[in-house]
């Protein structure tokens, strides 16, 4: 175990230093346009290494949930793809069960908490600042 700074606070600093400090100075806008990409992909992995297992273990609950199972064992990663590959086919084969859409919505507000440099600012659905 490493103490401070942690992954995730290694991360949002360098994300900082390339979108407060760097990219201040440059002129070049291929290569701006390069460090804000770079910048937001590292507030993505900060918010993924803060959230990502919280957010993964409430997917893997609401879709076991929702199709009526236990939760499965097992890695919680692959434990969602194999309940996502289960809601999938009962789409597919038109027995979507009914709180489907709202399931659906949670997972997305999840999935965007960790995705969106957008959201960072805002609270995690889970209550966790993001």
């Known amino acids: ?20 400090e760097l990219l ?25 290494l803060r959230l990502g297992a919280a957010a993964l273990d409430e997917e893997c609950a609401l879709l076991a949930g929702l199709l ?6 097992g890695a919680a990663a692959d434990v969602a793809r194999a309940l996502n590959a289960e809601l999938c086919t009962a789409l597919r084969e038109e027995r979507a069960p009914p709180a489907t859409l709202d399931v659906l ?11 969106s440099p957008a959201t960072s600012t805002r609270t995690h659905p889970s209550g966790k600042r993001g």
């Open 68 to 73: 009526g199972r236990a939760r499965p064992t």
């Open 24 to 48: 201040p100075a440059v002129n070049d806008p291929r290569l701006a346009f390069r460090l804000r990409v770079a910048a937001n992909g590292l507030s993505i992995l900060e918010r993924e």
């Open 105 to 115: 919505r949670r997972l997305s507000a999840l999935k965007l908490s960790i995705a």
């Open 1 to 20: 175990m490493q103490d401070r700074p942690d992954a995730p606070e290694l991360a949002a600093a360098v994300a900082v230093f390339l979108r407060d």
